[in-house]
């Protein structure tokens, strides 16, 4: 009887633990490349409301075909949270010098424009809480749709992203 008693406590220890934390998606970003679509999502504690994780959650054809967990803590290496990597090529990265579990901080969107030059271009955002839940900000503008358009050159193909509109 004891033993039934713990266990159930323990279940119900656990249960409430997951129940802590809620599920928000940050950005849905598609491309003019392929049929992927891709979610970054942020795993929030419900009673402190700070960030406790980040994935990336691959969709083709709406349906969900992978869950990537990625490291907030590599937002500050020198790579960055890598989101997208074709070849040996760093394709898509996010990048920050300042996040923080509590507050959110700059993000930085680093992309590859050129393979073959290894040009790159950064595109800066602000990963902050409103009223009811985080989101990410372009100039104080919520934004969280990205159409990735992609660099082609004749002969060679996808050779980058060309550039990213925010909706």
């Known amino acids: 009887?004891?033993?039934?008693?713990?266990?159930?406590?323990?279940?119900?220890?656990?249960?409430?633990?997951?129940?802590?934390?809620?599920?928000?998606?940050?950005?849905?970003?598609?491309?003019?490349?392929?049929?992927?679509?891709?979610?970054l999502v942020v795993s929030v504690n419900d009673t402190t409301q700070t960030l406790k994780n980040l994935f990336k959650d691959t969709f083709v054809n709406g349906k969900k075909?992978?869950?990537?967990?990625?490291?907030?803590?590599d937002l500050k290496t020198k790579d960055g949270v890598i989101l997208e990597k074709r070849d040996n090529y760093n394709v898509l990265n996010l990048k920050s010098d300042n996040f923080d579990y509590d507050r959110g901080g700059k993000i930085i969107i680093d992309t590859l424009y050129n393979g073959i030059t290894g040009e790159r271009k950064t595109l800066d955002?602000?990963?902050?809480?409103?009223k009811n839940s985080w989101k990410l900000f372009k100039n104080k503008v919520a934004v969280s749709k990205f159409h990735v358009k992609v660099n082609k050159v004749i002969v060679l193909g996808t050779v980058g992203i060309k550039t990213i509109i925010l909706e």
């Not at 406590?9 to 049929?35: G, Q, R, V």
């Not at 955002?125 to 409103?130: P, S």
Request: no cysteine; hydrophobic share 50%.
């Open 1 to 39: 009887m004891k033993i039934a008693i713990l266990l159930i406590m323990i279940s119900s220890l656990f249960s409430s633990a997951a129940l802590l934390a809620n599920e928000e998606t940050l950005s849905i970003t598609d491309n003019d490349d392929n049929n992927e679509v891709y979610n």
């Open 125 to 130: 955002l602000e990963l902050a809480k409103d």
């Open 65 to 73: 075909i992978r869950r990537d967990d990625l490291n907030a803590l």
